[in-house]
């Protein structure tokens, strides 16, 4: 009897003191369910309706059934009719259509005279998880689709497997590699671990420590603890990229196409988002173990919603949205252009203003909480 009770006094004070720290309850519950959620409801590896500008030269009855083909299987969503292959590539090379479906104006005419009729497919294979199911799909639906159109002086063409020349180009990742992928979003990745853990330890730190009275007793105001606090992780966050950078060069072959100066810009913004979002843990949190812990609803999302992982267009809309709040998402888009696309300013100008907006709120809610712990 002395033991039940000697045990059911452990167990009372394992309740109190899981009461008193909200956080860690909080996390035993918030990370099961939220990654049952994510992998349940916004994971899929085979991304359909994908968005694809088409150009197509020639009107024809056959040209028509070879689009509804093309729809037909799912994959590719019609989205934008570009005048110019110029205007079209300008698309593919800023990420708002994954595939380009070319048509030339000779099509039909060659197929009537029982020649091969050229059609193009240019997909953006950055990622090559949600190129090539679609591309695979191409040919058989096309196929399968103008057996029906194949009649009267096209009938000898029904069942003829070269009547189409179907080209399929795969844009910035030839080859489909998977680390040309992986590896420029693991600077993403690595970055926002590094960085927001940092942050929020830094500060908790000093509370543990008990210097934290010293630091609020100093004449300074918020926002200069706060650059204070950032600036010299901004110093290491650069050097992990350049380090990352040289590794990947060297060991994976993933070089840069674009420009190393707009790389190290969208770097420094992504680096002090990430640090301004790890000050801001470390005031609603009292120590370094909550600080962590607080930590992991910032990265696994960062991880598995920012289009690292997964494909970003096979999620559903309110996954892609709260994937748009999250800076990993826009570095991720700004990184990939950069080193695989060789974009320019104006690509990737959307994705940096976003990271500002986002700095710009993550700062202002870091400093009206850090005014509270004065209190």
């Known amino acids: 009897m002395t033991v039940w009770r000697r045990l059911i006094a452990i167990v009372v004070k394992e309740i109190q003191q899981l009461r008193r720290d909200r956080l860690t309850f909080a996390m035993m519950f918030g990370v099961p369910i939220m990654q049952l959620l994510l992998f349940g409801y916004a ?48 698309l593919l090379q800023q990420g708002e259509v994954q595939f380009v479906v070319t048509i030339p104006s000779d099509f039909t005419r060659r ?50 497997a070269d009547a189409i020349d179907l080209v399929l180009q795969r844009r910035y990742n030839p080859e489909g590699k998977a680390r040309l992928n992986i590896v420029p979003g693991l600077l993403a990745v690595i970055l926002t671990m590094t960085m927001v853990m940092m942050t929020a330890l830094a500060v908790t730190r ?17 926002l200069e603890v706060m650059i204070g606090k950032i600036a010299p992780y901004v110093a290491i966050g650069s050097v992990q990229m350049v380090v990352i950078l040289l ?66 267009r096979g999620m559903p809309v309110w996954a892609q949205w709260l994937g748009e709040t999250l800076p990993a998402t826009h570095f991720m888009r700004v990184v990939r252009g950069l080193m695989l696309k060789g974009a320019s300013l104006a690509d990737v100008s959307t994705e940096l203003l976003a990271m500002v907006a986002i700095l710009i709120l993550v700062s202002a809610l870091a400093i009206s909480r850090y005014r509270v712990t004065l209190d």
């Open 247 to 312: 590794v990947a060069r060297f060991l994976f072959d993933v070089r840069t196409e674009g420009s190393l100066l707009l790389l190290g810009l969208g770097t420094a913004l992504f680096i002090t988002v990430n640090l301004a979002i790890g000050f801001t843990i470390s005031t609603v949190t009292q120590n370094q173990l909550q600080a962590m812990q607080a930590s992991v609803f910032v990265l696994l999302p960062s991880i598995l919603l920012s289009g690292f992982m997964f494909p970003f």
């Open 206 to 222: 000093e509370r543990e420590r008990g210097t934290m009275e010293n630091l609020l007793a100093m004449p300074v105001k918020p």
């Open 43 to 90: 994971i899929d590896t085979d991304p359909r309706h994908l968005p694809t500008a088409v150009i197509a030269a020639d009107q024809s009855q056959i040209t028509r059934t070879v689009l509804s083909a093309l729809a037909n299987t799912g994959y590719m969503r019609f989205t934008h009719r570009p005048s110019s292959e110029a205007e079209a590539d300008a």
């Open 111 to 160: 197929l009537v005279r029982g020649e091969r009729a050229q059609i193009v497919i240019d997909a953006d294979a950055t990622d090559p998880m949600a190129a090539a199911n679609p591309l695979a799909a191409a040919r058989p639906a096309i196929e399968q689709a103008l057996r029906r159109d194949f009649v009267g002086p096209l009938a000898t063409l029904r069942g003829k």
